[in-house]
Every structure is written in C-alpha cells, then in structure tokens.
C-alpha cells in the first residue's frame, strides 16, 4: 500500500489536492478520516453525498474490517488526546524528538502516549479496511494535523510507502481568507497561520526531511498536472492525471462534501486579498508572519 498524507494550515488547498490526486486509477481519497468516530456518530455527510451511515462504501469498511459496534473512541481514531498545557508540552517533545522514549512511555497505560498511540493504530487499521474495501492501493488522508501525522509515522505497520505533502499558500491569503470566513483579527489569523508551519518546519526537521514534499498551493493551482505527477513519482508511481477528468473525483471522503468544489470547472488563483487588505492589515501579516512567508518564497 502507498499512503499520502497532507498536512497544512486550514485554507492551503488540501481538499483539491486529495481530490486531484485520488485520479490516479489506484487512488482513494478518504479525506480527513481522523474525525471518522465524531463524523459518524453525528451522520455528516459523506464525500459522496449519502449520509455517512447509509453510505455503501463505509458500511463495507466497517463490515470487512470486522470493526466493533457501536462506534468508540476504542477502536476507532479520534481527534488526539490531549491534557493540560504542560503535559501537552511534555508529550510534543516525546513525539517530534525522542520517539525511543515515547515508545518506552506507551507502554504504561492512560499515558498520552498510550492513548494516542491506540488512537493511531485504530488510524491505521481503518485506512488498511479501506484499501482492502476499495480495492485501491494508492490512500490519500487529508488529516492535515502534523501531530496525527507523526504519531501514526511511528506507529506504521511494516510495508507501506509513505509520503508527507506539506501544502503551503501565501499567508497573506490565508489570512485574508480567515478573515472573511470566521471575522478573525488580523493578528490572530497571521499568528495561527505561522504557528501551524512552524509546527510543521519541526517536524520536518526532526524527520531528515526524508519522504516530504512541500508544496505551494499557488504552484499546485498554476501546474496541477505536472505537481501531480512529481507527487505520484516520488512515491513510486508514473502517471499522469488528466484535469478534463475532475468531475471524476468522485469519493468518499470525511468532511469531504465540499460544496465549493460541487461543479468545478476551472482551477483558478484567488488573489482577492491583493486588492483587500489594508496597507495597515498587510503590515500586521509582515510583522507576524513575514519572513516565514519569505522563506516560502513569498515577497
Ligand atoms: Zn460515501
């Protein structure tokens, strides 16, 4: 099995690019399926547009995975773990830096670690359901938090391919976007947006950088097909995907019932917050977040 996992801020993109790559022939996209066990109690809707309960494919999932019933945070994954601000601080240290201590500590139970590393075992064991369900060999999870990323690096089981897309737009943009989405200060929005990245930059760093690709969203929206391909290439596959075919991207994605991409057509750059923002806004973004941005190569 090869396994793509995307990580970025809210906004980057993410559910276009799970979309887009889940038209390799061998690719399913199960969007962010850390929230399966809270998505289904509730019966969201599913990518393909059928209540999450009356949806086939999962009922399939659940049945061949021989998955208990009712639905708990035991046997299924769940939004992480997490305590008050020091263990929380204690437990990041042991997952992005001493996986051999954190190892060690999962031993002992209601540890942090203990939960979390069952929470990222149920993770894997529905994404493998999943392939088996669908037949794919190509899964592509949209979970995006860079902490369920490493925790379920550490817990992979032996023989899949693994590969980390870090998704990355202008904060400008981003920020704008939180702006006019949930009426976020600027301060609050650019702060958020550089945390995320950070977070992700140390993770990166305490992994070698090895099996991650970053990747701007504004390149992903100017060369879709050639950003897909290097994506498909470095996990091993050659294939090269057609955009006439995005109406095809049908899925069964959580959360994945995106109404924004109901009807995509065209891939187009959205740039409103050149024109939006205020000198003033854009100097708060500057002295936030700005030499993060430069770093990405924004200026
Ligand atoms: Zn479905």
């Given at each position: 099995m090869k396994y793509i996992f995307i990580t970025c801020?809210?906004?980057?993109g993410s559910t276009l690019l799970s979309k887009l790559l889940s038209l390799h022939p061998e690719g399913l996209n199960v969007g962010e399926v850390k929230h399966f066990a809270a998505y289904y109690a509730k019966n969201d809707p599913c990518g393909c547009g059928l209540a999450l309960q009356s949806c086939p494919f999962w009922a399939s999932v659940l049945e061949n995975g021989h998955f208990p019933t009712p639905l708990s945070e035991e046997s299924f994954p769940v939004e992480g773990v997490r305590r008050h601000i020091w263990a929380n601080y204690f437990y990041f240290l042991t997952l992005f830096s001493w996986p051999g201590l954190y190892r060690w500590l999962s031993q002992?139970?209601?540890?942090l670690q203990a939960i979390n590393r069952r929470n990222a075992q149920n993770h894997w064991k529905l994404i493998q359901a999943t392939s088996v369900a669908s037949g794919k060999s190509l899964i592509i999870d949209k979970s995006m938090a860079i902490s369920r990323y490493q925790e379920i690096l550490l817990t992979r089981p032996e023989g899949v391919d693994f590969l980390l897309v870090h998704l990355v737009r202008d904060g400008r943009a981003n920020m704008y976007s939180y702006m006019k989405r949930f009426a976020q200060a600027p301060e609050k929005a650019a702060a958020k947006w550089r945390k995320t990245n950070r977070k992700i930059e140390t993770a990166k760093y305490f992994s070698s950088n090895q099996n991650i690709l970053e990747l701007r969203y504004e390149d992903l929206i100017a060369n879709p097909e050639q950003v897909c391909q290097d994506i498909f290439s470095q996990i091993g596959l050659n294939y090269e995907v057609q955009l006439?075919?995005?109406?095809?991207?049908?899925d069964h994605s959580i959360?994945?019932?995106?109404?924004?991409?109901?009807?995509?057509q065209k891939i187009r750059l959205d740039q409103r917050w050149e024109d939006q923002l205020s000198e003033e806004e854009l100097a708060i973004f500057k002295k936030t977040a700005g030499k993060l941005n430069k770093k990405y190569g924004y200026h």
């Open positions: 801020h809210g906004h980057s002992f139970p209601f540890t006439d075919d995005l109406s095809l991207a049908f959360g994945g019932n995106d109404d924004k991409l109901v009807g995509y």
